[in-house]
């Protein structure tokens, strides 16, 4: 199938192959002062060869025939096998090969297609100087056919049992007649045979890119059989791919085979019916379908301008109009009441001169706008709008946009690439907004990257290694942190080169890395999401302005699951983290290349960005609501003194799934160990209440209980290991105080926890309430530093509390 051209690797390496060319160039000239001296030569060849791998590489196929044909013509010189005139026709043909290089590469940029346009004189010079016959003209042939064009709207391909059967007894028949033709044996019988089995894979084939394939060649038969068209190595190798569709046909039926660039044969064909001189009723039919004319053939050859010629001319316009804009600015074009033609003579000269430098430029578009305001300037000085202010105005205001446009154009295409078509005004706007937005989106990741490095490196260390699986574990979340830099940490580094090689000091290699965790800077999980979510929120905020809607939902999305996973402390490295990663660096790579080639069409890459974002909404379903059900409780509640309260919301909290019993009895058997850990730090910590290395070690144990429980879907008590969790987190970087409070709701939590694994050992007998209760107090605690969210109520003076029925009926509001 053919390959799209790469436009945006084109403009990266288009420098690198021009600078080539003028190398080449140089080395060519210097070689042709003293032909004895062979290293200019080499050095030459060397410079072709370079641009010939490149452009390979970029897929430029046609291009890349120019730069063979100069590599050839450079090893005949080389090896002195061209002597006297051919000598010199050789050497000036390398001379105009290496002028038209650049000027082909720059069209191939405007076009975005490999045309092969003007490049067949020079190819078949070069060819007929070493002794070599030209190419066809066929081969460098192009003109743009909508994708629809010579295939039937709605049609559908035979089914593959009839295509197989149809095919595999019109395969000998075909490919005997096309060798009878090309070798000139009853062409005429021959080409009308090939013709009934082309019309006959056509109508197999409807609805399909091999439809117009074999739809042309049946034009293509015709002229051959009424000696309108000569066969040549083109023609076939045309027939040969034929023979090659039709043994693909009979052995996968309606497949596309994947090897036939069926456009390019199709340009290849239609040179044919575009030559024909007669047009009989085939080729007349085809020439209306593609909608060629007599002027395609002649349009399709036109020679190539030279990039320095296009800058010559861009750069001649844009000097004519900075002289209009400085004539205009000295004077006032409102003063102009009376004609006087003379006193524009001079502004209209330089808008005229910058019209005619665009035109020879290419850029038709903008020769039309300076007409427009040529017009409008010649009426202006011939008194036209003397008598109208209001038109008088509206002309100046016309004269001056149109100027500035065009000016503000020409500046935009000299310093981004001649060949560039996108608007200025455009570009502006968009290169604006997205280089902003990549610093923005290059924070996210650094954070984002943080979080995960850290987390890796502290789960690879939860306990040492212990096997080779856990010491590769350990050493690649190391190499998270040491690739970043080749400084520092030199004993660490040994001791994960030696891991790497097999030869690991398990201890030694442990220790350290507990070190290194110890010593990084710890930015709070919460504050680098909480950062993230922001910046993300910005980034879609900016995108929508821009206009660039779709890129713009897609990273809302991906903020609100980061929002959601964040509440449930679920931002690791799984499933849901790779939808949000693909999501996001497809948009980051779509405005990547919007920038490098405005004009390059990224739809997949959104297409796809979308796909990973949408899969997020089932991620976030699946997700804890964390804190947020608290917040939903409360509100749910009616305040004192109404009528009556509203349940809390109970789809908001999580819910277990159906456990194994060989998972519920391994959960169990962790979790108590857990548990006496836990007793034995509460105890430990109680001596001595402050935020330190106990504090810690009660947080990461409840970090772990956290992840046992929603491992084997014991979702609820999990869910408990999480709100202490993030209530410690908050603890320990100083939002909340260790507090009486905090001490009592934590001794609370790990009291209790004993007697809730317990109850777990029975699917039946789990308390759930209290485990809830618990959840939510910690919750509470994270989020406003209170256990109970009435704790600081003003009370009454002098009154108890009010209890049970013989409560006084006044509120506490009225104290």
């Keep these: 199938m053919t390959t799209k051209t790469d436009i945006v690797s084109l403009k990266w390496v288009i420098g690198l192959m021009n600078k080539q060319a003028e190398n080449a160039e140089q080395a060519l000239v210097e070689y042709s002062k003293d032909a004895s001296q062979k290293k200019p030569l080499l050095q030459c060849m060397w410079a072709v060869h370079q641009i010939t791998s490149t452009l390979r590489a970029l897929g430029i196929k046609k291009g890349e025939m120019l730069s063979i044909e100069m590599e050839r013509s450079l090893n005949f010189l080389y090896k002195d096998r061209v002597q006297g005139e051919r000598r010199k026709l050789t050497m000036g043909g390398l001379m105009q090969a290496l002028k038209v290089l650049p000027a082909y590469l720059a069209h191939v940029q405007t076009a975005r297609v490999d045309t092969g346009q003007g490049l067949e004189p020079y190819v078949n010079d070069l060819r007929r100087w070493v002794g070599e016959r030209p190419r ?399 910046l993300l929120a910005e980034i879609a905020g900016a995108l929508t302005f821009a206009g660039m809607e779709r890129e713009g939902k897609v990273i809302e999305q991906c903020r609100k699951w980061l929002v959601a996973a964040s509440r449930a402390g679920c931002v690791h490295e799984d499933e849901a983290f790779r939808c949000f990663a693909d999501a996001f660096a497809q948009i980051e790579l779509h405005l990547q290349r919007t920038i490098i080639d405005p004009l390059d069409d990224t739809a997949h890459m959104i297409a796809f960005a979308e796909q990973r974002a949408a899969e997020l909404d089932r991620h976030i379903d699946d997700l804890s609501a964390g804190s947020a059900v608290v917040v939903a409780e409360a509100e749910a509640v009616a305040p004192a003194g109404a009528a009556e309260a509203t349940a809390a919301p109970e789809g908001g909290y999580v819910e277990d799934r159906d456990i194994p019993p060989e998972f519920r009895e391994v959960f169990l058997e962790e979790s108590e160990e857990i548990v006496a850990e836990l007793t034995r730090l509460m105890s430990a910590w109680e001596l001595d209440p402050e935020v330190g290395h106990e504090l810690k070690e009660i947080r990461r144990h409840f970090h772990t209980f956290k992840g046992n429980g929603r491992a084997v879907g014991a979702n609820v008590l999990g869910e408990l290991g999480w709100s202490a969790q993030d209530m410690l987190d908050r603890v320990l970087d100083g939002e909340i105080p260790p507090d009486d409070k905090l001490q009592a709701l934590l001794k609370d939590v790990v009291t209790a926890l004993p007697g809730l694994v317990a109850s777990f050992q029975d699917p039946g007998g789990f308390d759930v309430s209290t485990t809830r209760e618990l959840t939510n107090r910690c919750f509470r605690m994270a989020e406003t530093g209170a256990d109970d969210l009435a704790s600081d109520m003003p009370q009454m003076d002098g009154a108890a509390t009010p209890s049970g029925p013989s409560a006084p009926e006044h509120s506490a509001l009225h104290s």
Excluded at 233 to 261: H, S, W
Excluded at 502 to 515: M, P, T, W
């Design 136 to 534: 066809p003209q066929a081969f460098f042939f192009h003109m743009d056919i909508p994708g629809d064009l010579g295939i039937t709207a709605g049609a559908s391909p035979a089914p593959d049992d009839e295509i197989k059967s149809r095919a595999n007894v019109m395969l000998a028949l075909y490919l005997e007649m096309a060798k009878s033709a090309l070798r000139k044996r009853n062409t005429g019988e021959s080409m009308k045979t090939v013709a009934r089995i082309a019309r006959k894979m056509q109508s197999l084939f409807a609805g399909s890119k091999p439809e117009r394939f074999w739809f042309a060649q049946v034009g293509l038969c015709e002229g051959i059989a009424g000696g309108l068209i000569v066969p040549d190595e083109c023609i076939a190798q045309v027939f040969k791919t034929g023979a090659f569709m039709i043994k693909y046909a009979r052995e996968n039926g309606g497949q596309l085979d994947p090897a036939v660039d069926y456009d390019s044969y199709l340009q290849q064909m239609l040179y044919y019916i575009a030559s024909c001189k007669a047009k009989p009723v085939h080729i007349a039919k085809i020439r209306e379908v593609f909608g060629i004319d007599d002027n395609t053939l002649e349009e399709s050859q036109r020679g190539l301008i030279h990039i320095d010629a296009l800058v010559t001319a861009l750069s001649g316009a844009l000097e004519q109009l900075n002289a209009v804009v400085d004539h205009i600015n000295a004077n006032d074009l409102s003063t102009i009441r009376q004609a006087d033609e003379e006193a524009g003579a001079e502004v209209l000269d330089g808008v005229e001169r910058a019209m005619y430098r665009l035109s020879a430029a290419g850029q038709e578009a903008h020769a039309d706008s300076l007409q427009a305001v040529f017009d409008k300037l010649r009426n202006l000085y011939r008194g036209h709008y003397s008598s109208d202010t209001v038109k008088l105005e509206q002309a100046i205001a016309d004269i001056v946009r149109g100027i500035v446009d065009v000016k503000l154009d020409v500046e935009y295409k000299l310093e981004h690439g001649v060949c560039s078509s996108f608007s200025s005004r455009e570009f502006e706007l968009r290169e604006s907004v997205v280089t902003a937005t990549f610093g923005q989106m290059a924070l996210v990741e650094n954070h984002l990257h943080a979080v995960l490095r850290r987390k890796a490196l502290a789960n690879a260390l939860k306990r040492k290694p212990f096997g080779m699986d856990d010491t590769l574990k350990l050493t690649h979340a190391l190499h998270r942190y040491l690739n970043k830099t080749d400084k520092g940490h030199a004993e660490l580094r040994k001791a994960v080169f030696e891991a790497d090689n097999g030869e690991a000091d398990v201890d030694l290699l442990y220790d350290l890395a507990k070190q290194f965790l110890d010593q990084l800077d710890d930015t709070p999980e919460r504050k680098a999401m909480s950062v993230s979510t922001q």
